[in-house]
């Protein structure tokens, strides 16, 4: 069963979340807490981020975490797969391949060309797996990352050319 997430799932999700940075081999990244997920999932006014849940008898088992992202190309919006994942006990039955299928699905009702997500160039069994649906690797992209202090020093280098300044005085 796939469904959307609820503030009572939060946990779930969260668990998830650490599982998968386990899995990808940076269990100490995942700082996200339950508050910040509130945060995004169900904010007051209208959500950015969704996650949809794969339950198996009663268990969530998996998720998928995305968001709306905007090709210029296209003109329209497509669905970026932030995080899927699947618990390891139950990989093997679909799962991972039914949300992949419920995210074309809502890409198709949409009217959105794309679907796109990352996948690290170690996780050989991903790969081939999303191969075998028809993804194709777009190996000429990299993606690029500022965080931490690069962040700040790179925000501390804003300066306004004179010329993009407005003269108020009149």
């Given amino acids: 069963m796939i469904r959307p997430a609820q503030i009572a799932d939060l946990p779930d999700v969260l668990r998830l979340i650490r599982e998968l940075a386990e899995y990808e081999r940076e269990p ?42 905007f090709s210029t190309w296209t003109g329209q919006c497509g669905i970026y797969l932030e995080d899927l994942f699947i618990q390891p006990s139950h990989r093997g039955f679909g799962f991972g391949k039914a949300l992949l299928a419920h995210l074309a699905n809502r890409c198709l ?3 959105y060309p794309r679907l796109v997500w990352q996948v690290l160039d170690w996780n050989t069994p991903s790969i081939e797996f999303y191969r075998s649906l028809g ?18 020093a790179l925000a501390a280098q804003l300066k306004v050319p004179s010329s993009l300044t407005r003269n108020t005085s009149t």
């Fill in 28 to 69: 100490d990244a995942a700082v996200a807490t339950i508050e910040d997920l509130h945060a995004a999932l169900f904010p007051e006014g209208t959500a950015h981020i969704f996650c949809d849940l794969v339950e198996d008898e009663g268990q969530v088992v998996g998720m998928a975490l995305w968001f709306l992202n």
């Fill in 135 to 152: 993804a194709e690797s777009m190996d000429e992209w990299i993606t690029m990352r500022v965080t931490g202090d690069a962040l700040g």
């Fill in 109 to 111: 009702e949409q009217g």
